[in-house]
Every structure is written in structure tokens, then in C-alpha cells.
DNA sequence: CCGAATCCCGATCGATACTG
DNA sequence: CAGTATCGATCGGGATTCGG
């Protein structure tokens, strides 16, 4: 196996932890895995309800989040192609600590903003 | 101003909550703001604690956190130079939450891992 | 028609060496 | 000891094309 898996410790790169750590580090997973949250969604719904996504990073990061066991993908092969995607029990619950993270960002954002607006006018 | 502020939606790339968001899904935002928790830190201590950071991408990354008001940067003005880092109470409420994810990933990890090789022997 | 794969470019990351 | 510069490698993301 690639790395030695002591105990689980993310400060340490040679622990499968921080692989689990930089999977979820993408911005498109943190909003992929709470919009699943209220239930199975196709493809074409996560493209509109997640706005700025890209098909191809929406695709990309199903896949990721398939292959960790996180999300489940259901084809239907049906003409035209129906596929849904839903969390595993696993993904659900990451998905609660995510939800927490996305809702830290909603109600502190204009703090960052502020701080942000002080930093530039400092150094002017 | 750059982007309407209706409320806070992550959804909503239009919205700076999202901003926050990518500052957030950053792995080394996810382990240099717990690392602070415990109290401040030099950056020497901060490079030995997160193993895999070069010096570059921490100084980078403390950087934009401290831009964002969640990192305060106190330079003791001394030779040689002694910086020391620690988070403000904005960042510590991030942290938090921030904890919370990273202990997830320790605790699971084995779970992906498992799932990922059976990804695998699904497809060969 | 919907979902996925390919190509391509700019942005970002990481290693190393260097400055104060 | 803390931070910066440079450069090659890698990744993210859009436009386009493919397939069912």
C-alpha cells in the first residue's frame, strides 16, 4: 500500500487522511454533496442548482466523489439518458459537516468583506 | 461594488458568500486555521506542524487569511525576525468548523479507501 | 436531447535558490 | 528565521465534439 497508515492524522502527508482531506477540498464538492443532502438529483438539476459549474467540473468531481464511496450514481438507460445521483450513507454524512462550512460562508461573508475592505485601505 | 449581496447563498456565484467558500476549500486554509486553535504559532512551527507545506504556500496562504481578517499577523520586529501567527475570533469560529472536518477525515478515511478499491476491482 | 469525453489555454502549485 | 523570485509541472475550466 502507498502510504502507512499509523492513525489517522491529517497533518501528516504520508497518512490516506489528507487524501480524504484534499478530496473534499474543492469548492464544487462542498456544494455538490449538501445540494444531494435533500435527495437524489439528475445531472441537468445539480447544472442549475449549483450556479457557476461548469458540466464538465460537475461530471469530474460525480466521479471523484463516486469513486471514494461518497455518492452514488444511478443510470437508468433510458433514451434520453436519465442518470441521478444520490448520497451514500458515508457521503451523508459528510455532508452534514459540509452543510455547517456552507452556512458559516453564508452568515459570515460580509465580515470577510469588511476585513478584506481594511486590509486594501491600510495599505493605501 | 463587485457582487450583489441579495443574502447569503453559496448557490449563487454572484454572491461573495461563494468567495468565502473557495478561501475556505483550500487543504491548507483546512490545516493551517486548526493548527491555531491551540494558540499562536511562529512560522517555522507552523511549517514543521503541517507536514508537506513548502514555505511558499504557507506564507501564501496565511497571507490571504489574514487579508480575510481571520489570521493576524504579529511581527515582533526583532533579528533575527520573529513572526508570530494566531487567529482573530472570526477565524476561530471558522476553525471550528474547520476542526470538525478534518477530524471527520480521520475518523473515515479507512472508508474511502475501502471504497476506492472496490471502485477499482469493480472495473477490472 | 442529455450526459460524458477530448482538446487546449491560463492559472496555480511546488521545489529550489536567494535576499534581508 | 521569515519572506521572495523563478521556473517547470500540474490542475482547473471553457468550448467543442462524441455517444446513446
Redesign the interface.
Known amino acids: 500500500m502507498a502510504k502507512t ?1 499509523k ?21 464544487w464538492a ?2 455538490i454533496l449538501p ?1 444531494l443532502a435533500d435527495g437524489p438529483m439528475r445531472s441537468g438539476a445539480l447544472l442549475r ?4 459549474v461548469s458540466q464538465k467540473m460537475l461530471t469530474q468531481t460525480l466521479r471523484e466523489l ?5 455518492v452514488i450514481r444511478q443510470d437508468m438507460q433510458t433514451v434520453p439518458p436519465h442518470v441521478e445521483y444520490r448520497l451514500s450513507p ?1 457521503g451523508a ?2 455532508s452534514d ?2 452543510v ?3 452556512r ?13 475592505e ?2 486594501l485601505r491600510r495599505r493605501s
Chains 1, 2 share one sequence.
Request: hydrophobic share 45%.
Open positions: 497508515q492513525s489517522g492524522d491529517v497533518y501528516d502527508p504520508s497518512c490516506s487522511a489528507r487524501d480524504a482531506l484534499e478530496l473534499i477540498a474543492s469548492k462542498m456544494l445540494a442548482r449549483i450556479g457557476g463516486e469513486k471514494n464511496g461518497l458515508l454524512s459528510l459537516v459540509l455547517a462550512l456552507d458559516w460562508a453564508e452568515l459570515h461573508f460580509p465580515e470577510l468583506d469588511a476585513a478584506r481594511r486590509f
